[in-house]
């Protein structure tokens, strides 16, 4: 389980890229990209076949983007996060968070272990149901994962 401190340090980050956002303004990619933004972090958006995101510009490598972000959200398939997350190293990123919701998400064993090899500090979930204020469903998800005693601390 990953602790409440890699959580709180992740988010405690005001630059971050979000990795794997979709062309399509109606994509939960794209809704999770609006309300960090909402929430005051300067998100940057990363996908090689996408020229901008949210009238911002969108940058195919994490190693492209200047100034560098400090942590990276990752919300591709699994079956590319590992090479996301080698990505990741090589940009000098200590901080990533895997997204999943239900199913594998980004989450894969390769990834985490390369994270966890190379020094950076990774998350796994959902990052909406960390926030104050969640709404709904994602305090709810929060909430039920308090009670079944498998919420971060």
Known sequence: MV???VIDDFLGRRRLAVVGVSRSPKDFTRVLF?????????????????DEVEGRRCYGRMEDIQPPVEGALV???AEVSEGVVRDCA???VTRVWLYR????GA????AVTFCREHGIAVAQGCPLMFFPKAGFPH?????LLKLAGSYPK
């Open 75 to 77: 919300m591709t398939r």
């Open 139 to 143: 305090g709810l998800h929060g909430w």
């Open 90 to 92: 090589a940009a000098g």
């Open 34 to 50: 609006r309300e960090f933004a909402k929430r005051g972090y300067d998100v940057v958006p990363v996908n090689p076949k996408v």
């Open 107 to 110: 989450v894969s064993p390769e």
């Open 3 to 5: 602790s409440r401190a």
């Open 101 to 104: 919701a239900m199913g594998k």
